[in-house]
């Protein structure tokens, strides 16, 4: 049974086409990962999908009483409520489904034959509903899901506000999982998700009895999760059968038929054109070249496979500072009470230190005191000499109206445009995306352009919080090599072991520093 149908969608931004003649079939129970470079259209698909975009041609439909979750990278809470109260919430579509049953049951005692039946088998399907969306057990669903996703350490009394990017995340996650839809819509659902928390997760989509569309850029999850996959690349949609490394393996199999086929094409029209150019002046001959003319007019193209492009990342060293680049004594970190007891460390010259822990303990607020964002509860932090500090915050602000090319100028004024436009292009960023404001770019690109301003700088430490979130596999991969090779220190907060074991020499874990109950 197809829970979703999508015929001929076509859409674009100005001048940048996203999709062309895009079709899309979801089945019930379907587990399905859309995958793509940043930029190619995922969650402009998933948009378009759930009505939040209308598409310039084509059509979107669902099946009768489908019921939709989607948790996108902007999804957001409302201040002054708590978590419980938002977890309520997920049950409300159920409650209003329970009263229409009823009403249906009140209408019963007075209707023909024809609306008793009609009646009838809404109410049993408005029963069947609420029989498998567990709205019958509602309270253990609660702790259940928010225990798994690590909501019930934290409080389900304590107010939104007070939360981390991470906590927020996990509060909307949980909310989608308890409202049990017929189609699971996630876009990057482990981003600020914690290791033993992904694992959860991953169980969780595994036993998921509906269907579900995943976007994620995490691999092993998509692996262990995932049994079909949609690639979205040059405004297409490509279905492919298997896991995400069955997919990769099919798709470069498909390319280098495409190359070698496109190279024989190529062959055929350098001989015919050739024997065209040779034979059609003779008169003995103009025959032929006619009739070769015309098999080449009717022959269909094969067009030439479009190499992707792939960023290049190289971090500048600047000098080589002294032994200790940074020393904490007695260091207490927190906003209004303290997260961690005091803390002495000290960060060594070449270093590269990943900080890890569940969410809501401080990594990024660990981040922010040594850079001295963020004021200290107590304690010093000194720093050694020549220092040169490069950092790259976990999120950027959503209303920024400055293009791409703005931010570069903006923070290098004597570039030219030409170097400008040519930094952005070393990180994977197209002409589209250079002149596009960064509200409207993808989470991949907008950190593209921020790891570029980055790139621009002389420095010897290297202050990451979450860089991965959003990046997609070539941008990752080259990522770790650029940290890899970099001679200088590097602070690393990330929730994908992965992803930094090639080149950590050091793993703290701030759950050993906490004050709070774990």
């Known amino acids: 049974m197809s829970v979703l149908t999508v015929k001929n969608v076509t859409h674009g931004f100005g001048s940048r086409s996203i999709l062309e003649n895009v079709s899309f ?9 859309l995958v793509g470079a940043n930029g190619e259209g995922k969650s402009t698909f998933l948009n378009i999908i759930t009505s939040k975009l209308m598409p310039d041609e084509g059509t979107v439909e669902w099946s009768n009483r489908v019921t939709v979750g989607y948790l996108d990278q902007h999804s957001a809470l409302t201040p002054g409520t ?45 029963q069947n509903i609420l029989d498998t969306s567990g709205f019958y057990i509602i309270d253990s669903k609660i702790e259940e899901v928010a225990s798994g996703l690590g ?23 949980t ?42 850029h995490d691999i092993p999850f998509l692996n262990d999760v995932c049994n079909l996959i949609y690639h979205v690349e040059d405004c297409e949609l490509t279905r492919y059968v298997g896991n995400y490394d069955e997919f990769l393996r099919l798709y470069e199999l498909k390319k280098r038929q495409q190359e070698k086929a496109y190279e024989r094409q190529q062959k055929e029209i350098d001989k015919l054109e050739d024997f065209i150019a040779r034979n059609k002046a003779r008169v003995a001959t103009t025959g032929m070249a006619k009739s070769r003319m015309k098999q080449l007019d009717k022959m269909e193209m094969i067009e030439k496979p479009k190499e992707k492009i792939k960023p290049t990342f190289n971090f500048k060293f600047s000098k080589a500072p002294s032994r200790f680049l940074i020393e904490a004594r007695d ?36 981040l922010k005191t040594l850079l001295g964002i963020l004021k200290p509860i107590s304690g010093e932090i000194e720093f050694g000499e020549n220092v040169d500090i490069g950092y790259f915050a976990q999120e950027d602000s959503r209303d920024n109206n400055n293009t791409a090319l703005d931010e570069l100028w903006n923070e290098y004024p004597s570039l030219t445009n030409h170097e400008a436009r040519s930094e952005l292009a070393k990180c994977g960023l ?37 860089p991965t979130n959003h990046l997609d596999v070539d941008a990752k991969d080259e990522l770790e090599r650029a940290l890899k090779d970099f001679k200088g220190t590097v602070i690393l907060v990330c929730h994908e072991p992965y992803f930094y074991e090639s080149f950590i020499t050091d793993v703290w874990n701030v759950e050993d520093w906490t004050t709070k109950i774990i």
């Not at 460390?345 to 230190?353: C, P, T």
Request: glycine content about 8%; proline content about 3%.
């Open 25 to 33: 079939r979801l089945l019930k129970g379907e587990h399905v990962a």
């Open 82 to 126: 708590t978590i419980r109260d938002n977890l309520r919430l997920a049950f409300d579509n159920l409650f209003a489904l329970e009263q229409e049953m009823l009403g249906h049951y009140e209408k019963m005692g007075d209707c023909s034959d024809e609306e008793m039946t009609k009646l009838m088998e809404d109410a049993a399907e408005i």
């Open 151 to 173: 909501l019930g350490d934290i409080g389900l009394d304590k107010k939104v506000d007070e939360l981390s990017g991470g906590q927020r995340t996990k509060v909307l996650l």
């Open 175 to 216: 909310k989608l999982l308890l409202q049990n839809p017929t189609i699971l819509i996630l876009d990057e659902p482990t981003n600020y998700l914690d290791v033993n928390h992904i694992e959860w997760l991953k169980r969780y989509l595994q036993n998921y009895e509906n269907a579900f569309i995943l976007v994620s």
């Open 331 to 366: 260091l207490v970190i927190g906003y209004d009470e303290p997260l961690t007891r005091p803390l002495n460390f000290n960060i060594e010259r070449g270093k590269k230190i990943a900080i890890c822990g569940v969410n809501g303990l401080g990594k990024s607020t660990l």
């Open 430 to 466: 197209t002409t589209d995306h250079i002149t596009s404001p960064m509200k409207v770019l993808s989470g991949g690109e907008n950190a593209k352009v921020r790891l570029c301003k980055i790139l621009l700088q002389d420095l010897n430490l290297l202050v990451l919080d979450e």
